[in-house]
């Protein structure tokens, strides 16, 4: 199985700053892919960003520009540096990976608790 635990979420004021972080354990062969999904209340979870571990990169519409998403493929961490922060950014956000326990296994989904991000405006 792989944990994934996420920190950094808060509150903050509109045009401010935080980062995300999420780390994972447990029993890792490799990761192929990390990422940040979201979901406000009565909405869809919706994709925030997700970077490969070659380092290919995706953001959602509504972050390009604002949202920068690293990833440390030797730590199985990943980032996500948000900047200019809007009120349409408050929702929960989740870590997501694509792992494998051994080599001949596929890829599965995993997901963290959740961290809540709420932006005043």
């Known amino acids: 199985q792989v944990q994934l635990v996420e920190s950094g979420g808060g509150l903050v004021q509109a045009g401010g700053s935080l980062r995300l972080s999420c780390a994972a354990s447990?029993?890792?062969?490799?990761?192929?892919?990390m990422g940040w999904y979201r979901q406000a209340p009565g909405k869809q979870r919706e994709l925030v960003a997700r970077?490969?571990?070659?380092?290919?990169?995706r953001y959602g519409e509504s972050v390009k520009g604002r949202f920068t998403i690293s990833r440390d493929n030797a730590e199985n961490t990943v980032l996500l540096q948000m900047n200019n922060l809007k009120p349409e950014d408050t929702a929960v956000y989740y870590c997501?990976?694509?792992?494998?326990?051994?080599?001949?296994?596929?890829?599965?989904?995993?997901w963290g608790q959740g961290t809540q991000v709420t932006v005043s405006s």
């Open positions: 997501h990976a694509e792992a494998r326990n051994v080599a001949t296994s596929p890829y599965d989904d995993y």
């Open positions: 447990g029993s890792i062969f490799s990761i192929n892919v």
């Open positions: 970077i490969t571990a070659g380092g290919t990169i």
